[in-house]
């Protein structure tokens, strides 16, 4: 459990947000009048004074929860406006790195490419960047919010180990958007769709470039 040097930090027994995610009450001394909210690595976490009672604990961490998901709601709205440029796609994976990610993945450059046939997306940690291949242009929003997640994450754990997955499951799509991917794989390399212009192989599975 984190600790600050002016309060504490303790996990909120029992509460979680709408999609599941857990949550976490920081109190620090240095805060006397403002309460605050928002995701680290997947947590929700509400920071208010330390001087706080139970009750009043309990009244602005439902505040503030009920805040962040309408936050997250206005970012899901935003994000059914699909990024067309290279800048759009790069504003909203800034966006992204904050809600889920707790603005820890901070690319150089993210981009739209149409040489990648054989990846949904990559990333290069060493240099930071990213691309999407714009295969995924047609796809659902949530698909491709994940795609690029996926990618963020590679900036901070560039292997498939069990702390790459963990950052991603506070995205509340991931499994369905694998799912997807899967399908959309499984269907193409089948020629069962061939008027679709998609990759001609299986999903995420070696997208990280060293």
């Given at each position: 459990?984190k ?13 979680t ?8 009450v ?8 403002t ?8 947590t929700?976490v ?7 009672t139970?009750?009043q604990e ?14 997250g709601?206005?970012h ?8 067309a ?13 904050t ?6 993945s901070v ?32 796809m659902p ?18 292997s ?24 959309v794989?499984?269907a ?10 998609q ?12």
């Amino acid at each position: 459990m984190k600790r600050g040097a002016s309060g504490g930090a303790r996990q909120a027994s029992g509460l979680t947000t709408s999609n599941g995610s857990p949550v976490e009450v920081r109190r620090s001394a240095r805060r006397t009048r403002t309460v605050a909210a928002f995701w680290e690595d997947g947590t929700a976490v509400v920071a208010i004074p330390a001087r706080f009672t139970a009750a009043q604990e309990r009244e602005w961490v439902h505040k503030m929860l009920a805040k962040l998901h309408t936050q997250g709601q206005r970012h899901a709205a935003a994000g059914r406006r699909r990024p067309a440029t290279d800048e759009a796609l790069a504003a909203h994976a800034a966006t992204l790195s904050t809600q889920y990610l707790g603005g820890r993945s901070v690319p150089t450059s993210v981009r739209w490419v149409s040489n990648q046939n054989s990846r949904w997306g990559s990333a290069t940690p060493a240099e930071g960047t990213i691309r999407l291949s714009d295969k995924l242009r047609p796809m659902p929003q949530w698909v491709i919010d994940y795609v690029l997640l996926h990618e963020l994450a590679h900036l901070l754990v560039a292997s498939h180990n069990a702390a790459f997955w963990q950052l991603l499951e506070a995205y509340p799509e991931t499994q369905r958007a694998k799912a997807f991917l899967e399908g959309v794989s499984f269907a193409t390399s089948r020629g069962m769709d061939k008027d679709a212009d998609q990759p001609d192989v299986g999903p995420l599975d070696a997208d990280v470039v060293q």
